[in-house]
């Protein structure tokens, strides 16, 4: 299964907003709104931020968003915070021979 | 509490078996997917494979088919996840999940068991 691309890693200052890209294909992104986000803590189970490209679960702060264009999805932390240094992953249906694809991951560094 | 709790960190030698577990509870076992999901070390997620506890009706990922076994306990809303013969490379964190409905996304994780696989 080949995975989402998304950059190694993103930095940004508090309070200062940053995005994270999830590139995929035409078996995944590019033809189906349904991309999800989670955000996993060093030791922790993933935790979801977003679901169906820009839906936010119930609890999960409106500093985040997510959005897509063609292949490529992105998540925008806004007003970064120190708590949110952590791993985020994409993932999406796919239609090639496993349901679920994820993306290689992106460590978030509050500076 | 809704949660999915899994089984403890296992330490086993290449060519043991092993089956690790995950127990649903504060919702209706048999009424969604539960996948599992594979998180080497400082790597991505890689997913496994799915079932479905209703009717233990499962899909593999062809990377992983064929080495492993999902299977479910629907009286005690248990999913597992079997090895016959570990593999050095099996060693990883193993996470089962819950879909939502019909829908593509997980919204319930469990913590995570570490597997470890050295001779």
């Known amino acids: 299964q080949s995975a989402l691309t998304q950059p190694a890693s993103v930095s940004g200052s508090p309070g200062q907003s940053i995005t994270i890209s999830c590139t995929g294909t035409?078996?995944?992104?590019?033809?189906?709104?349904?991309v999800s986000w989670y955000q996993q803590h060093p030791g922790k189970a993933p935790k979801l931020l977003i679901f169906d490209v820009n839906n936010r679960p119930s609890g999960v702060s409106t500093r985040f968003s997510g959005s897509k264009s063609g292949n490529t999805a992105s998540l925008t932390i806004s007003g970064l915070q120190a708590e949110d240094e952590a791993d985020y992953f994409c993932?999406?249906?796919?239609?090639?021979?496993?349901?679920?694809?994820f993306g290689t991951g992106t460590e978030v560094t509050v500076l | 509490e809704v949660q999915l709790v899994q089984s403890g960190a296992e330490v086993k030698k290449p060519g043991e078996s092993l089956r690790i577990s995950c127990q649903g509870s504060g919702y209706s076992f048999s009424s969604n997917w539960i996948s599992w999901v594979r998180q080497v070390p400082g790597k991505g997620l890689e997913w496994i494979g799915r079932i479905d506890p209703s009717d233990s009706y499962t899909n593999y990922s062809p990377s992983f088919q064929g080495h492993v076994t999902i299977s479910a306990d629907k009286s005690s809303s248990t999913a597992y996840l079997q090895w016959r013969s570990l593999k050095a490379s099996d060693t990883a964190i193993y996470y089962c999940a819950r879909r939502v409905g019909i829908r593509w996304y997980f919204d319930l994780w469990g913590r995570g068991t570490l597997v470890a696989v050295s001779s």
């Open positions: 993932s999406s249906f796919t239609t090639t021979d496993t349901f679920y694809v």
């Open positions: 035409t078996s995944d992104i590019a033809t189906y709104d349904f």
